[in-house]
């Protein structure tokens, strides 16, 4: 069986995972003094975001050197010691490659600046004398005009130039950062919007572009989810091959259409993708069948490993967004009043559902200790691009990504020595490592233990499902020989199929599963 087929990922947002020299900010030295957390956690493998030279326009997510850790996480040495580290305690690393943008200060597009119109420098990214309509994903217009009076496109932030995919330098330039990582032992790639390095020849204007609803548009769009693009995949699967042990790609595409989002997991492409359509999706029983079903289907079609994921670096998280009335993700919202104790309690269940679910699962740091989003930082303190570009009516990301607590009892709770990056509610003693591993019925010791679960049945990761027979609001599948989960999603506690009770996220009331509750059970066969 190949790991990534079937690993428990977790995933190490490094600014503000945990701070080694105090500066308040996350660094590699800190990762490393907490591999064994991670290991002891029982996941199989890291994913970390970005750690790349930058100037953290976007937290990282805008590159100015491929080949080179900045300074505030440390150094290449660093790297290359965690990776050991990191592999000495049994767990595999994923980096991040960003590759459909750079920074505005990557030495190329400092020379595109320089070497004016119509150079071979410009065509490395998408110069133009007329901007076109398309939007920003982080709001305002993705151009902006440079001294000579060209523009330049940039589908995220000003200081993240889109690269131009159809000039083969790019593509090859690419290619032997990938091998410069692989040569330094990772195992594998998270590729940032990996649906949308390839753009539509000639930069048409998107019709409709001004709509609200153009965000969430199906694939083919001008700007995103283009045929072309499976070919640099192709390409970087048979690079990789050369690899041995086995590397891996994991994808993060925002596409819509299951059948668009699986062609990016034939065979010869990637390994696997991150599934948005979990994340996205209502805690009701009905439409989370959907969803599953839909992903079982179209994954197995190529082969594929589903992955399932309720939170990201990206997006509200999950813990508040379940205590809401409306627990969609569809878009961040900061207005709609939350029950955290209920988003806790599905967070339990969900984090068991998602661990059940045959291939992949994901945990992002901080959902193993139940943080809830941050809504009240200071206007000041608050970095992410998104709060700037739309003048502060959407809050941005800054909110799910406040540095974790460790331990005592005030911020910044073992993260730096004078405060962290963004500040901690001062709440979040309760929520810290220390006091959660002290406590048997703690968030933490449940992923613990179901992680623990997982990793020892055979019947979980990867493989088939079987939806059994329920009632209405309640799932209940069996992953054979012998596992059965049931998530109860309707109002009154339910009747238990048999089996030998494994873990539960909630205790039983008189022998029943309460509601908003998951078991996962041993049946004989
Ligand atoms: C997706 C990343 O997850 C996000 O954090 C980043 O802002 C964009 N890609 C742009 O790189």
Redesign the pocket.
């Known amino acids: 069986m190949t790991w990534w087929r079937d690993a428990a990922i977790y995933q190490v947002y490094l600014r503000s995972f945990a701070d080694g020299n105090g500066d308040g900010v996350g660094d590699l030295a800190g990762l490393r003094s907490r591999l064994p957390y991670l290991r002891d956690l029982g996941v199989d493998a890291l994913w970390i975001t970005p750690w790349y030279a930058s100037p953290m326009a976007?937290?990282g997510?805008d590159v100015a050197d491929y080949r080179a850790i900045d300074p505030v996480f440390g150094s290449l040495a660093e790297a290359e010691a965690l990776i050991a580290d990191a592999h000495g305690h049994g767990l595999k690393v994923i980096i991040d490659i960003?590759p459909?943008?750079t920074s505005d200060e990557h030495p190329w597009f400092q020379a595109a600046l320089r070497a004016g119109r119509g150079s071979p420098e410009r065509r490395r990214y998408h110069f133009r004398d007329e901007p076109n309509n398309w939007p920003s994903r982080f709001g305002g217009p993705a151009w902006t005009p440079v001294a000579d009076g060209q523009w330049y496109l940039h589908l995220?932030d000003a200081k993240?130039p889109d690269l131009n995919w159809e000039n083969p330098e790019v593509n090859a330039e690419f290619e032997s950062v990938l091998r410069f990582w692989l040569d330094r032992g990772v195992d594998g790639f998270r590729i940032?919007?990996a649906d949308r390095l390839v753009k539509a020849a000639g930069l048409p204007d998107i019709p409709g572009a001004a709509a609200p609803s153009y965000m969430d548009r199906g694939g083919g769009q001008p700007d995103k989810d283009r045929p072309e693009v499976h070919e640099i995949y192709r390409a970087w699967r048979l690079l990789l091959s050369e690899y041995e042990p086995e590397r891996t790609f994991v994808g993060?595409m925002w596409v819509r259409d299951a059948e668009r989002f699986a062609l990016y997991l034939r065979p010869d492409e990637l390994h696997t993708a991150f599934n948005f359509a979990f994340l996205k999706c209502a805690w009701e029983a009905e439409a989370l069948r959907d969803v599953i079903d839909r992903t079982v289907e179209t994954h197995h079609r190529v082969a594929a490993p589903p992955t399932w994921v309720l939170s990201?670096?990206?997006v509200t998280r999950h813990v508040t967004r379940y205590g809401r009335n409306d627990t969609r993700f569809t878009r961040r919202r900061h207005d709609l009043p939350s029950d955290l104790a209920l988003g806790t309690r599905r967070a339990r269940a969900a984090a068991l559902l998602s661990m059940a679910l045959p291939g992949n699962v994901y945990v992002y740091q901080g959902d193993e200790l139940g943080l809830p989003e941050v809504f009240d930082l200071p206007a000041e303190m608050r970095q992410d691009p998104v709060f700037k570009r739309t003048n502060g009516k959407d809050l941005g990301r800054d909110g799910c990504r406040v540095p974790l607590p460790w331990s005592g009892g005030e911020p910044p709770f073992g993260f730096g020595e004078d405060g962290s990056w963004l500040p901690q509610p001062a709440e979040w003693h309760r929520l810290s490592v220390e006091s959660q591993a002290a406590d048997a019925d703690s968030m933490l010791s449940l992923y613990r233990l179901a992680l623990r679960v997982r990793r020892a049945e055979p019947a979980l990761g990867d493989g088939r499902m079987r939806w059994l027979e329920s009632s209405e609001g309640v799932l209940a599948f069996m992953r054979p020989p012998g596992f059965v989960c049931v998530v109860n999603l309707a109002e009154e506690p339910i009747d238990l199929p048999p089996g030998t009770p494994l873990v539960a996220s909630m205790a039983l009331e008189d022998g029943r599963l309460p509601p908003d509750a998951t078991i996962w059970l041993r049946r004989s066969v």
């Open positions: 976007d937290g997510y960003v459909n943008h995220f993240q940032d919007v993060e990201n670096h990206d």
